[in-house]
């Protein structure tokens, strides 16, 4: 973050010199045994690895920003610690507004219970009460495209019927800040056009 930054300016999203820290197990004891004998061990078998060091930007009201790199070079972390799954081992981080995130498929969904069902809970965990989301059910159901799959478990779904069902909900919910990971590449290419428009 700039300290030469309009003023005026509203950001949606502050990371100031963030540092995520992970634990890496070199070895997990497969049996009791294994266990009791890793209790009377001295030496350490983890080593901790930097997912992200020093990060630091802002994103100001409408922006549309996109993070790109290699596979494990932190982009899923950055957007987990905007969603607030993860709080940062060090620096600061500042999220104005109701977010919604479709970073894991199916991730806050429950495979027993019908897209229908589902639509009801994953609502509630986004903050709309259940009138507001009676209201915006019959939207969410035609935007989503599942038919008659609407009322079966959504375990029985592919990876592109839980996505379908994941973005209409998140989109319906009108959020200051959509979290999108790469859970759009398992739909097909008229949906994601849907998606973007």
Known sequence: MSNGAPPDRHFRVIFQDIVQRYRVIHERPDTLRETFAHLFRKRTSYYDFEALKGISFTIGDGEVVGIVGRNGSGKSTILKIM???????????????????????????????????????????????????????????????????????????????????????????????????????????????????
């Open 83 to 197: 969603a607030g799954v993860y709080r940062p081992t060090a620096g600061r981080v500042k999220v104005s507004g109701k977010v919604a995130a479709l970073i894991e498929l199916g991730a806050g969904f429950h495979a027993e219970l019908t897209g229908r069902e589902n639509i009801l809970i994953n609502g509630l965990l986004l903050g709309l009460s259940v009138r507001e989301i009676r209201e915006r059910e019959r939207q969410i159901i035609d935007f989503a495209e599942l038919g008659e799959f609407m009322d079966s478990p959504i375990k029985q779904y592919s990876s592109g019927m839980y996505m379908r069902l994941a973005f209409a909900v998140a989109t319906e919910v009108d959020p200051d800040i959509l979290l999108i990971d790469e859970i759009l590449a398992v739909g097909d290419a008229p949906f994601q056009q849907k998606c973007m428009a």
